[in-house]
């Protein structure tokens, strides 16, 4: 869990440090090259000699969803929405990783859906507005779509990389991030000649958000998927909005409404604290079974014969 907290600290501060620094310039750009540069920090730790084609093919192709198709849906989002409504919308997200979960898993307990829609409640506590654009639903379909890309990508990852842990995500993970940077490529070309016009302090923005935000962010992130329970990491996908807007006041100047971002931060704590209790009744569960299986010395032996598995055995 502590991998997932500081991933959602670092990214609270990427909204101001774009919406403040790199405003005037196209958010495919923006998206390719932090995806680059991401790619060329993880390259010399990328372990291609143990990975066969089939595994590579799969880990790029989960970059393009996750991060690529992502990026694309969310950027091309703020065509039809007013910035504060695409954030409100990212508030979906926990429900799109329990149900991807379920779907991938089969990981679907009314516990895990409570922490999603504790996370999710939290996060509109923050950021509800009426919707104020003429194409709103249309802004809605791409944000939904870049949520489900995001939460289908982190438990697409952890079942992927579940029976490798050989591997080790370090080792793996310029993959993805390869993926993302060929699906965001295509957008980006058409505006490749404003690199002649940004300034040293977009620059350093843009290597910021490469080497940290999406770098070691993302890594991070997918490293802290594995090790979560599904509830939790389904609340954590919203934690990023109450320190988000508590950067805004602490660090940008802004200033929302505080007794939302309270309301909204005890809903999004009480998600995060449901699905850990839930990972912690499951862990005491499996404890108890193992306790109470008799070793084969124990039991003697017929407890060593094989025997015939039950019908539900074999789903």
Known sequence: MAWLAVVSLVWSFSFGIIRSTLAGID????????????????LPALRARRLSPDLAGRLMLLGAVQF??????????????????????????????????????????RITYASAAAAVIG????????????????GFILVQVSNVC???????????????PALGDSGVIALPYLGGAL????????????????????????????????????????HGAKQAGTGVLAAFNNAKIPLSVAASIVVFGER????????????????????????????????GRT?????????????TQPTTPEPSELT
């Open 27 to 42: 958010s495919g750009l923006v998206s390719f090259l932090r995806l680059a540069i991401a790619s060329l920090a993880a």
């Open 68 to 109: 690529g198709m992502m990026y694309i849906s969310y950027i091309e989002s703020f065509r039809w929405l007013e910035a504060w409504e695409v954030a409100m919308l990212t508030i979906t997200t926990p429900l799109f990783v329990v149900i991807a979960s379920g779907l991938l898993e089969g990981d679907g307990r």
């Open 291 to 303: 306790a109470r299986s008799p070793s084969p010395e124990r039991a003697g032996p017929a407890a």
């Open 183 to 222: 699906v965001t490529a295509l957008p980006a070309a058409a505006s490749v000649g404003r690199l002649s016009c940004m300034t040293g302090r977009q620059w350093a923005s843009v290597a910021y958000l490469g080497l940290v935000a999406s770098g070691a962010g993302f890594f991070m992130w997918n």
């Open 150 to 164: 995001f939460a289908a990508g982190q438990v697409w990852y952890r079942r992927l990389m579940a029976g490798r």
């Open 123 to 138: 996060g509109g506590f923050i950021l509800w507005g009426a919707p104020q654009s003429e194409d709103f639903l249309r």
């Open 256 to 287: 929302p409404s505080l007794w939302r971002l309270a309301a909204g931060t005890v809903l999004v704590a009480a998600g995060i604290l449901l699905g850990r209790a839930d990972a912690g009744w499951r862990s005491r569960r499996a404890s």
